[in-house]
């Protein structure tokens, strides 16, 4: 408990919790768009991140660095066209954060060109929450579009090479076992078998320098 950094972690707090709430809230948004009120009866059409955390997800994406939120629920069969469907309720959580990565490095860009860069603890902080929130943003937007079940990405492959339900449910049912097994080798092993945090650096680098910000990283 002794290595536990308080501060770096009340620093993350905002991002996640952003960054979970509006992923789940697009899923369930989009899906009611298409016909399916699943979402809706459960009351997951709302920015309330009480709503949409998951507590052992949020406590394992804190101190493990990856995490989950309470899924939501879709009743395919209600869906106008449920392939087509499930691919936009799937792609609309990854993008929404993708979105919001992009807006918090646009609100960045806004505080440092009309507020010159003072001493100001104030403006330390809320800088230092955006800047979290753009590189956890990012990381959810890469981390969901790997197509690896239960990934958002995964369904996206799976609906557009029309996969069998039946198939479906079997290939999630083992890739959620490989997906952890990968997580929990790369972080007690030197090992990058998924290289995303050069990915998310990349975005993030990348997105600053477009707009004209200058990070020491």
Not at 37 to 58: C, E, M, S, Y
Not at 93 to 104: H, Q, T
Not at 128 to 143: C, E
Request: glycine share 6%.
């Amino acid at each position: 408990m002794n290595n536990i950094d308080l501060v770096y972690i009340l620093k993350l707090l905002p991002g996640i919790i952003l960054g979970l709430t509006v992923h789940e809230y697009m899923h369930a948004k989009v899906a009611c768009w298409l016909g399916d009120t699943t979402a809706r009866d459960q009351g997951r059409v709302t920015l309330n991140p009480i709503k949409h955390i998951d507590l052992w997800g949020f406590v394992f994406i804190i101190f493990a660095g990856f995490g989950w939120a309470k899924p939501v629920q879709i009743n395919r069969e209600a869906l106008k066209n449920p392939r087509r469907g499930e691919m936009l309720i799937a792609v609309a959580g990854p993008l929404s954060n993708l979105v919001m990565g992009i807006l918090c490095a646009a609100i960045i860009k806004l505080i440092v060109t009309f507020f010159p860069v003072t001493e100001n603890q104030i403006y330390s902080v809320i800088v230092s929450l955006l800047l979290y929130a753009v590189f956890i943003n990012y990381g959810l937007f890469i981390f969901n579009i790997l197509p690896v079940p239960p990934l958002d990405g995964s369904h996206l492959i799976f609906n557009a090479i029309k996969i069998r339900e039946e198939t479906e449910r079997k290939i999630f049912k083992y890739g959620i076992v490989v997906l952890f097994a990968i997580i929990i080798i790369e972080n007690q092993t030197n090992l990058h078998i998924l290289p995303l945090g050069k990915v998310i650096t990349f975005m993030a680098e990348n997105s600053f320098r477009w707009m004209g910000i200058h990070f020491d990283m």
